[in-house]
């Protein structure tokens, strides 16, 4: 599929936009239900500024003007119905006047939705750093941010704060004109993404000092993500990590995507969605468009690898498996990696051996491996 111009996605709902307006919004944006295969047209005029279901938050232009004032509506996926937002009082200049007062004066602009809460961005145009506030849904109560680095923000909470789990913790990052801010954190049962310096991506678990970097998300960098699987782009391929487990994935990039005719990006995908089913991926060149089947119909272990002895020879056991294919063998003894490796090995000499498994089929590889054995 070609000219799609953005994408977003979450739980069983993806959005896709056709079209551009005023030659920077995306518009003519359609909601697909993949669990039950609805199509539903959004307004063609209005571009998409957050989905959280059950509620899609959409600007809509007040005039034929489309880089002119807009107002803030609320779509429900639930029943179809729209509602404009009134916005609650305190909130600066909302959906941003045009033309404005002058550039450093602030104005308001909603950006994100849950089930409860709409957030509010309110910047100014020339060296203004942004603040954030929080509207209810219900009520019209307004909050300030409560972020700090043991707790972050949900949406979908009536409460809208919420502490993290014992070890996790927001990070401090500098501000693009000045001052400190907090990164965003994402939970997913006992391990949460949090954002750091520069656009890096770092994977944190309760209960321990885990803070492991997984990718960076600066200069067309991706990552996609739910609370199975966590996807990230590295050069020709999808690399990704299985949740709870951590057990790490590749899916190879199909040629359309990877090498898109004339096209001279460095990293050609220029957005990458995660939904309940399926993985959508797209190309920033010419509006390519990539579905394939969720990362749960890779390759899973369900009982890892396990090494045995007999004497000198050492056996790889490759545990159990769903989805697998075709496997291939890696060996490791005293830490070195042994080359054309088979499933049974030859040592001499060691104190340790650990042996790994990748295991394939059409989708991409997944690879696991054994506890070390001590050799004496």
Not at 153 to 160: C, E, G, I, K, M
């Amino acid at each position: 599929m070609t000219g799609v111009t953005a994408i977003q996605a979450s739980g069983d709902y993806l959005l896709l936009a056709t079209t551009v307006s005023g030659g920077f919004r995306s518009t003519g944006w359609i909601a697909i239900n993949e669990r039950l295969g609805t199509r539903t047209a959004l307004d063609p005029q209005c571009h998409v500024e957050g989905l959280g279901p059950p509620w899609v938050l959409l600007g809509c232009p007040t005039t034929s003007n489309p880089y002119g004032p807009f107002d803030a509506e609320l779509y429900s996926l639930t029943d179809g119905t729209s509602q404009t937002v009134t916005p609650s009082p305190g909130i600066q200049d909302p959906n941003c006047s045009s033309p404005p007062p002058d550039e450093m004066t602030p104005c308001a602009t909603p950006d994100a939705v849950g089930a409860d809460w709409i957030s509010w961005s309110t910047s100014c145009s020339v060296h203004c750093g942004a603040t954030f506030s929080f509207q209810n849904i219900q009520t019209g109560e307004l909050r300030d941010d409560p972020t700090n680095a043991t707790t972050f923000v949900d949406l979908d909470s009536p409460a809208l704060a919420r502490r993290t789990c014992p070890g996790v913790r927001l990070i401090r990052n500098p501000m693009p004109y000045g001052g400190m801010g907090w990164g965003s954190l994402t939970p997913y049962g006992q391990y949460a993404l949090v954002t750091g310096a520069d656009n890096n991506v770092f994977l944190e678990r309760c209960g321990a000092r885990m803070r492991e970097r997984i990718a960076n998300t600066g200069y067309g960098g991706v990552l996609a993500s739910n609370a199975k699987a966590i996807v990230w782009q590295t050069a020709s391929d999808l690399t990704g990590l299985f949740l709870p487990s951590l057990q790490k994935f590749t899916m190879p990039l199909p040629p359309a995507i990877l090498n898109p005719t004339g096209s001279g990006e460095d990293l050609p995908v220029h957005a990458l969605v995660l939904t309940s089913s399926a993985l959508y991926v797209a190309d920033g060149y010419y509006g390519s468009f990539w579905r394939t089947a969720s990362p749960a119909a890779l390759p899973r272990d369900t009982s890892r690898p396990s090494v045995t002895r007999l004497g000198k020879t050492l056996t790889c056991r490759r545990g159990r498996w769903r989805n697998a294919e075709r496997f291939s063998y890696t060996w490791r003894v005293n830490g070195v990696a042994h080359r054309g490796a088979k499933p049974t090995l030859r040592i001499g000499a060691a104190r340790s051996a650990r042996c790994g498994i990748t295991a394939s089929n059409a989708l991409g590889t997944t690879a696991a491996s054994s506890a070390p054995l001590s050799v004496r």
